[in-house]
């Protein structure tokens, strides 16, 4: 009897649960097309500037997304802060010369430092090691530096190949900076070397257009020694060889070995300290208010350059209001006495742009239990239609990453949550193993899935068109189709908020190679 009393008691409980997600659904009619435009506006407006990392524009967004979390009644997510600020950095030369056998050489004329791994200095030397153009290739058993003693030296070679400069090619960056002819590729060797810089004598000279002294923002700060290196013109390549009006195609057939050159370079670099932040709130759970659910998406983009905004109004201020607008819905849920079993974490990062920093520094400094936040449901992009897509359903589908990775409970969820709801197309184009453009490494979630916590990410596709251009602006976004996917999520966060157990953990990510 007691066993039927309890198995009875448990029924009635999973009914009593499943009623209550039925009931936080009702709220999603609070995402309307209107709400998610009236934010929208605001995000995306000439007044945040682009809303770069570090920027004021950037902290202007944050503060409104702030403002809009208090205003629903949230919780502040660090402590009594509304923001987890990270450190930022950003570099400044401010002193810059060489000088070879007493002629003084002028910046963007005859040479440029880089300022990613030079730090201030001032540098004399009596001799150079000219190491052709400073490739080693062991598939192609190419070894510029054979019986070249470079430890300690400064070390000058040529950009390129014999054929010319490589090419980009497939594969972006990533790829370009493993080819043995890459710049990259040429610093590494000579540093593994023992060189101590490397003066790369470039054709490109005198500059046309300034060469900006600050540098690109970054990360983590490097306090160790840098590694010397410059871009020079012919001219200072001759007066280190003892050459005269000799070209690249000259250089290239000179004698590899020690020249004797008195080399002074003198640089002054100021790091200054920066900050960004992710503005983190959350409406406490009930029953497992101790497991966490989060709804995130990058609030911040690509800022502005003299006079032009890159608004990226979808890029992501549409997964930013639509993490908003979910926001609004619980809210207005908990008001009415139907708040979700677990804590729901609404979370815009920064930093996404230049490289998924705002998640980063959160999976490295969790505010919440990684163990214990049951999935990461992360909106990137879902306000325009994929240019590309040619079926019928192109003002009916969102595009859905991660089904098939780290939780099988993923798909049967999200699922069964959009036949409840918006009905369109779930796409999993982008979760083939062998999507050249691997997208599942491309956005916030990813800091969440490499500790172990289940995601899914959802996603417009719009990588051509106004991606990535100040063109990506308000009056371009179909609210009514953000209004669908929009809702879709959030039934997929009601479901997974109340459900009686954590989603399962019983698919291996098998990250590659990055």
């Known amino acids: 009897m007691k066993k039927l009393i309890w198995v009875l008691s448990l029924f009635i409980s999973t009914i009593s649960f499943a009623q209550k997600g039925k009931e936080l659904t009702k709220f999603s009619n609070v995402i309307t097309a209107e709400?998610?435009?009236?934010?929208?506006?605001?995000?995306?407006?000439?007044?945040?500037?682009?809303?770069?990392?570090?920027?004021?524009?950037?902290?202007?967004a944050a503060a409104f997304i702030e403002s809009e979390f208090k205003r629903m009644g949230l919780l502040p997510g660090n402590g009594t802060s509304y923001q987890q600020t990270y450190p930022v950095y950003q570099d400044n030369l401010t002193a810059k010369a060489i000088f070879v056998n007493g002629t003084t050489f002028e910046w963007d004329k005859d040479f440029t430092f880089s300022l990613q791994g030079i730090v201030s200095g001032k540098w004399d030397y009596t001799n150079v090691v000219f190491a052709g153009y400073g490739i080693v290739d062991d598939t192609k058993g190419i070894n510029d530096y054979t019986g070249l003693d470079v430890k300690g030296k400064l070390v000058v070679i040529l950009e390129g190949t014999s054929a010319g400069m490589p090419a980009m090619g497939q594969g972006g960056n990533r790829a370009f900076n493993a080819n043995p002819a890459s710049p990259m590729a040429k610093m590494r060797v000579a540093s593994t070397k023992g060189?101590?810089?490397?003066?790369?004598?470039?054709?490109?000279?005198?500059?046309?257009?300034?060469?900006?002294?600050?540098?690109?923002?970054?990360?983590?700060?490097?306090?160790?020694?840098?590694?010397?290196?410059?871009?020079?013109?012919?001219?200072?390549?001759?007066?280190?060889?003892?050459?005269?009006?000799?070209?690249?195609?000259?250089?290239?057939?000179?004698?590899?070995?020690?020249?004797?050159?008195?080399?002074?370079?003198?640089?002054?670099?100021?790091?200054?300290?920066?900050?960004?932040?992710?503005?983190?709130?959350?409406?406490?759970?009930?029953?497992?208010?101790?497991?966490?659910?989060?709804?995130?998406?990058?609030?911040?983009?690509?800022?502005?350059?003299?006079?032009?905004?890159?608004?990226?109004?979808?890029?992501?201020?549409?997964?930013?209001?639509?993490?908003?607008?979910?926001?609004?819905?619980?809210?207005?849920?908990?008001?009415?006495?139907?708040?979700?079993?677990?804590?729901?974490?609404?979370m815009t990062v920064s930093g996404e742009e230049k490289g998924l920093w705002g998640s980063q520094y959160y999976s490295e400094h969790p505010l919440f239990p990684l163990e214990k936040t049951t999935a990461d449901l992360n909106t990137d992009m879902i306000g325009r239609v994929d240019t590309e897509?040619?079926?019928?359903?192109?003002?009916?589908?969102?595009?859905?990453?991660?089904?098939?990775?780290?939780?099988?409970?993923?798909?049967?969820?999200?699922?069964a949550a959009n036949k409840q709801s918006s009905n369109i197309t779930l796409d999993y184009k982008y979760d083939d193993p062998n999507d050249k453009n691997m997208i599942y490494y491309r956005s916030d979630h990813y800091n969440f899935a490499r500790?172990?916590?289940?995601?899914?990410?959802?996603?417009?596709?719009?990588?051509?068109?106004?991606?990535?251009?100040?063109?990506?602006?308000?009056?371009?976004?179909?609210?009514?189709l953000m209004r669908k996917r929009t809702q879709m999520v959030f039934y997929t966060a009601c479901e997974i908020a109340n459900r009686d157990e954590m989603l399962k953990r019983d698919i291996p990510l098998n990250m590659p190679s990055r």
Do not use: C
Request: proline content about 4%; aromatic content about 8%; charged content about 25%.
């Open 389 to 415: 897509r040619t079926s019928a359903d192109s003002l009916n589908y969102v595009y859905v990453i991660g089904h098939d990775k780290l939780s099988s409970d993923l798909p049967i969820i999200n699922e």
């Open 195 to 346: 060189a101590a810089g490397l003066l790369v004598v470039s054709a490109s000279f005198p500059r046309k257009t300034p060469t900006e002294t600050k540098g690109n923002l970054y990360l983590k700060k490097n306090d160790g020694p840098g590694f010397l290196m410059a871009n020079i013109s012919t001219n200072v390549a001759n007066a280190l060889l003892a050459k005269t009006g000799a070209s690249i195609a000259d250089l290239s057939s000179m004698t590899k070995g020690d020249y004797n050159a008195d080399v002074t370079l003198v640089a002054t670099k100021k790091t200054e300290n920066l900050e960004s932040s992710n503005v983190i709130a959350y409406l406490p759970g009930t029953d497992k208010k101790e497991e966490y659910l989060f709804l995130t998406g990058h609030y911040d983009h690509l800022g502005k350059r003299g006079d032009v905004i890159w608004y990226g109004a979808d890029d992501d201020g549409s997964g930013t209001v639509g993490v908003m607008q979910m926001a609004e819905a619980f809210a207005a849920a908990a008001k009415k006495g139907k708040s979700p079993r677990r804590t729901i974490v609404f």
């Open 451 to 480: 500790k172990g916590v289940p995601i899914l990410f959802f996603y417009d596709g719009m990588l051509l068109a106004d991606y990535h251009k100040p063109t990506d602006t308000i009056e371009k976004i179909n609210f009514e």
């Open 35 to 60: 709400a998610l435009k009236a934010k929208l506006s605001v995000i995306a407006s000439a007044e945040m500037e682009g809303r770069e990392t570090a920027s004021p524009g950037q902290k202007k």
